[in-house]
């Protein structure tokens, strides 16, 4: 087995994954380390320090396979949860406080306060005024947390992505770093300049020093070191941007659908983009040869939704057996699905979640799943409405692994869809940024599902969106 091989470790809410490629796509090892949170109403947190160890656990797993990839390695990749904050201690690396997850709302009585400003947030970040994003967490962490307003008193605090508190735990020299795709995500970072907004800061009562400092996506962050390696890494970027890249260079006629903890849809578009009401416009990749923006659409309630399912419902099989839920729709009502807050089209947290009609556990279990499927359907909406018609959708994550989920996505949005051989988007797009982007990366294999028509499936979209509160594409 020779190198080169390029190291990519993927940080999801559920697990830690650390795969090795070769350059030519192939997978030579892998390893997945669960990390467990506490989800609870408007609560979504995991511990920071074992967050850390997962990662630290995944490459050793990983490289334990086979002795002789540990020498090949010549660079790797990090890639996390965009919205997840952390803060910490710089004398030490410590974390000061959980990691609060991007679908935590704990922030949210905070918004209000700044509503007035919610246009020029909005024109300046290309997100809405949520608490879902960093500088509302911030903020709550500032004002609730003791041992954050200690460390800020005394000079020692660090405020940023997860991505940034893991490269300053994982890197050597110790360095305090941020990328575009993790830094667009706090409503601090200006999509027009590229950096902080003074503005911003000054609205949110941020101050610069306790951020990390803006770098490219492709930069010498430092070597990664663990027990049992010490490489350069490379690139450091978002969980739903590496994924963009799982086949290569993005394709401006493709929406990029990856379905995990919660379902991203993104459609590439080149440039930064005009103002609208439904969507998010963000920066995927950001450096001095390459620049990448997309339309995205975001539905919290994807994995969250099953997850929520199994622990209200008592169902926890839902993905295992999505085929049989969904075979009968006449034995299920509808659902209502503002699992984690309403994302796009709505952009609302004040709708609760509920089932419309009557149905057994099964059937309510079923109109969860089916309600992930609605919610991704009227991002696609949003998005042909925004930038066009498009051509197909690469559907990624552990989600997609049903065929019938696959199939009925394709009848809604009545265009094919298709699922590559490998389900590992993100860790893909990973180590193709990571291998500088070669020419040769495998790609167009997999299941494509074309689009049927479904008049029922269409009918019972069509009562779903009626139950809905209405979008900015609608109004």
Known sequence: MKGPFYLAVDQGGHATRALV?????????RALVPVGGRSDGAVAEQDAEAVVASVR??????????????????AAGLATQRSSL?????????????????????????????????????????????????????????????????????????????ASFLAYRLIEPRRLLADPANASRTLLWSRHTHGWDPEL??????????????????????????????????????????????????RTDTVYLNMGTGAFLQR?????????????????????????????GTVHGAGAALDWAAAHLGFPQIAQRCAQLLADPAARPLFVNAIGGLGS????????????GDGSVEGKAAAVLESVV????????????????????????????CDTLCQ??????????????????????????VAGGPRAWPGGKGQSFLARPDEGAAARFAAWRALMPVPATRG
């Not at 610069?208 to 450091?236: H, K, M, N, Q, W």
């Not at 994924?243 to 260079?249: D, I, K, N, R, W």
């Not at 696609?380 to 559907?395: C, E, H, V, Y």
């Open 57 to 74: 656990q995944a490459i050793s797993w990983a490289l334990d396979s086979d002795p002789r990839i540990t020498d090949g390695i010549v």
């Open 374 to 401: 609605f919610l991704v359907a009227e991002n696609l909406l949003a998005i042909r409405t925004a930038s066009g018609p498009f051509a197909t959708i690469l559907a990624t994550g552990g989600l997609t692994g």
């Open 408 to 433: 009925s996505l394709a009848d809604l949005a009545q265009t094919p869809v298709r699922r590559p051989a490998d389900p590992e988007g993100t860790a893909r797009g990973l180590a193709y940024l």
């Open 86 to 162: 952390v803060c910490w201690d710089t004398r030490t690396g410590a974390a000061l406080a959980p990691v609060i997850g991007w679908q935590d709302r704990r922030a949210a009585a905070l918004t209000a306060r700044y509503q007035d400003h919610a246009f020029a947030v909005r024109e300046r970040t290309g997100l809405v005024l949520s608490p879902h994003y960093g500088a509302l967490k911030m903020r709550w962490c500032l004002e609730h947390l003791p041992a954050v307003q200690a460390a800020a008193r005394g000079g020692y605090l660090a405020m940023g992505p997860l």
């Open 268 to 296: 590439p578009i080149g440039h930064v983009p005009a103002d609208g009401e439904a969507l998010l416009w963000s920066t995927a990749l950001l450096d001095g040869h390459e620049r990448v923006y997309v339309a995205e």
């Open 201 to 250: 800061l000054a609205l949110f009562g941020i101050s610069e020093d306790v951020l990390p400092v803006c770098a490219p996506s492709r930069y010498p962050f430092g070597a990664l070191v663990t027990r049992e390696l010490s490489v350069p890494l490379a690139i450091l970027t978002g969980d739903q941007s590496a994924a963009l890249f799982s086949e290569g260079a993005p």
């Open 345 to 356: 089209p709505y952009w609302r947290t004040d709708i609760e979640s509920r089932f419309e």
């Open 21 to 29: 490629f070769g350059e030519d796509g192939r997978v030579v090892a």
